[in-house]
Antibody
Framework: QVQLVESGGGVVQPGRSLRLSCAASGFSFGTHAIHWVRQPPGKGLEWVAIISSDGSNKYYADSVRGRFTISRDNFRYTVYLQVDSLRTEDTAVYYC?????????????????WGQGTLVIVSS | QSVLTQPASVSGSPGQSITISCTGTSSDVGNYNFVTWYQQHPDKAPKLMIYEVSKRPSGVSNRFSGSKSGNTASLTISGLQAEDEADYYCCSSAGSSTFVFGGGTKVTVL
């Protein structure tokens, strides 16, 4: 079955960096777009970034563009989120999510499968 | 990328129907049929409930239905059950392969 496992979170000082990982299994990884979505403690969801199946297209939320970089290694079945110049408002659980596919199509505009999330706390 | 507007809370008794609205603009909800809905129970990852405005993934109860009119999308839960108590989020394409979520609605089953 589809599995996504995030890692790499932790406590970090403002201005520092982290690299989050999303390890996938149970599906043909190189044929699916992957998103990152975050959720500050006790608050709502915020879309962060998407990477296309082959890694050639990447898009970001305004709030992270220029500071976050999404990438993928289709041989390692892993997506990464490099988070630089961290701010206190970046404190959140970071989820990776795979696009949803029904019997006919795949929908990059959807988050069909989610990992359990990894918590990033930005604090001095 | 503005947040879509959802009511903070909606409640209903078991067996009743409730509707959650999700209001955006002509740049997101009104311009794309890529509206999705997610259910999130406490300390759990979100779950896809509706995609492309009104389609239901296999395994999601047919008590959940989605629709859209103009800049507002809606999620209706019919025959409300105790396990439906959760937070619900809408999401829409916002152009240029970006996406925007609603602020979330807490559903309480009385």
């Amino acid at each position: 079955q589809v599995q996504l496992v995030e890692s790499g979170g932790g406590v970090v000082q403002p201005g520092r960096s982290l690299r989050l990982s999303c390890a996938a299994s149970g599906f043909s990884f190189g044929t699916h777009a992957i998103h990152w979505v975050r959720q500050p403690p006790g608050k709502g969801l915020e879309w962060v970034a998407i990477i296309s199946s082959d890694g050639s297209n990447k898009y970001y939320a305004d709030s992270v563009r220029g500071r976050f970089t999404i990438s993928r290694d289709n041989f390692r079945y892993t997506v990464y989120l490099q988070v630089d110049s961290l701010r206190t408002e970046d404190t959140a659980v970071y989820y990776c999510a795979r696009q949803f596919c029904d019997t006919l199509n795949c929908y990059a505009e959807s988050f069909g499968y989610w990992g359990q999330g990894t918590l990033v706390i930005v604090s001095s | 990328q503005s947040v879509l507007t959802q009511p903070a809370s909606v409640s209903g008794s078991p067996g009743q129907s409730i509707t959650i609205s999700c209001t955006g603009t002509s740049s997101d909800v009104g311009n794309y049929n890529f509206v999705t809905w997610y259910q999130q129970h406490p300390d759990k990852a979100p779950k896809l409930m509706i995609y492309e405005v009104s389609k239901r993934p296999s395994g999601v109860s047919n008590r959940f239905s989605g629709s859209k009119s103009g800049n507002t999308a809606s999620l209706t839960i019919s025959g409300l059950q105790a396990e439906d108590e959760a937070d619900y989020y809408c999401c829409s394409s916002a152009g240029s392969s970006t996406f925007v979520f609603g602020g979330g609605t807490k559903v309480t089953v009385l």
